[in-house]
């Protein structure tokens, strides 16, 4: 739902704001996977590495701004790199390389994205990597994947 542009002199009127309300109450999206026990697969891809879960756009937006943060991601090897990519549903934003700092070294990894036309309802919010080098682990302890989800027009 679009809100009304008000030119100056105009009534500002309860319908006003109650979509003014109702867009943001529903301009955020928190979302996240605790422990999500993946390992990746060797070099290929892309495929589905984590699914976070579902999310479900709402009818006025078209795109969301994505901050998200794997937290205590490892690699198998130092030079292990992966190419991330979010995707909600059928519509994906860019790669992001990923490389490890250390063999099994935990780290986070922050990831900011746009992803335009994200399709209507409850779509499936996940991680698909393209392996270059070596494995990449999510493991089943102290790991989680956040996502906050900026809805925008």
Same mark, same amino acid.
């Given at each position: 739902?679009?809100?009304?542009?008000?030119?100056? &002199?105009?009534?500002?009127?309860?319908?006003?704001?109650?979509?003014?309300? &109702? /867009?943001?109450?529903?301009?955020?999206?928190?979302?996240?996977? %605790?422990?999500?026990?993946? *390992?990746?697969?060797? %070099?290929? +891809? !892309? *495929?589905? $590495?984590?699914?976070?879960?579902?999310?479900?756009?709402? *009818? $006025?937006? =078209?795109?969301?701004?994505?901050?998200?943060?794997? @937290?205590?991601?490892?690699? #198998?090897?130092? &030079? %292990?790199?992966?190419?991330?990519?979010?995707?909600? +549903?059928?519509?994906?934003?860019?790669?992001?390389?990923?490389?490890? !700092? +250390?063999? *099994?070294?935990?780290?986070?990894? !922050?990831?900011?994205?746009?992803?335009?036309?994200?399709? #209507?309802?409850? /779509?499936?919010?996940?991680? /698909?990597?393209?392996?270059?080098? +070596?494995?990449? #682990?999510?493991?089943?302890?102290? @790991? =989680?994947?956040?996502?906050?989800?900026? $809805?925008?027009?």
């Amino acid at each position: 739902m679009a809100i009304r542009v008000l030119a100056v &002199n105009d009534t500002f009127l309860a319908s006003d704001e109650d979509d003014i309300a &109702n /867009q943001i109450n529903q301009m955020r999206t928190f979302i996240t996977v %605790a422990n999500p026990n993946a *390992t990746s697969t060797g %070099a290929g +891809g !892309p *495929t589905t $590495w984590v699914t976070v879960g579902n999310v479900t756009r709402p *009818t $006025w937006a =078209s795109q969301a701004r994505i901050n998200a943060v794997l @937290c205590a991601i490892s690699g #198998s090897a130092t &030079n %292990a790199q992966a190419d991330l990519l979010i995707k909600i +549903g059928t519509a994906a934003g860019v790669n992001h390389r990923v490389a490890a !700092p +250390g063999v *099994t070294t935990r780290f986070d990894k !922050p990831i900011n994205d746009l992803i335009t036309g994200v399709p #209507s309802g409850s /779509q499936s919010l996940v991680v /698909q990597a393209t392996f270059v080098s +070596g494995t990449f #682990s999510a493991p089943n302890t102290v @790991c =989680s994947f956040d996502f906050n989800i900026d $809805w925008m027009q």
